[in-house]
């Protein structure tokens, strides 16, 4: 079992930058460094896309294009946080962000079916 605490969303212009953080509590099952981690976000009126995935094999994390060179993630294993920083945000950044696990050590995709676990999400909104 798993309980996911995302923070850090605000207000931010364009251009700017933001760093979210997902804590996570692992109280029982896989330790959290066996879990795939996800950044996932829903902005008003559109489905909840991914935006990375990091793998518990290998910690390589893949991004979709629309983020890639702009969004980084990061995992503080010894803190069992991981953070989403975020710069060049854009007006099309803005959505509700939400970090998501699953506990596997197999390569998966960000496809919000697929995960088990959600944090509560934070808002994220960048001003043109």
């Known amino acids: 079992e798993v309980q996911l605490q995302a923070s850090g969303g605000g207000l931010v212009q364009a251009g700017g930058s933001l760093r979210l953080s997902c804590v996570a509590s692992?109280?029982?099952?896989?330790?959290?460094?066996?879990?795939?981690i996800a950044w996932f976000r829903q902005a008003p009126g559109k489905e909840r896309g991914g935006v990375s995935c990091?793998?518990?094999?290998?910690?390589?994390?893949q991004y979709p294009d629309s983020v890639k060179g702009r969004f980084t993630v990061s995992t503080d294993y010894s803190k069992d946080t991981v953070y989403l920083q975020m710069n060049s945000l854009k007006p099309e950044d803005t959505a509700v962000y939400y970090c998501?696990?699953?506990?596997?050590?197999?390569?998966?995709?960000?496809?919000?079916?697929?995960?088990?676990?959600w944090g509560q999400g934070t808002l994220v909104t960048v001003s043109s």
């Open positions: 692992v109280t029982s099952g896989y330790p959290f460094d066996d879990h795939v």
């Open positions: 998501a696990a699953k506990p596997t050590i197999l390569t998966v995709g960000a496809r919000v079916e697929l995960y088990d676990y």
């Open positions: 990091t793998s518990a094999s290998d910690y390589t994390t």
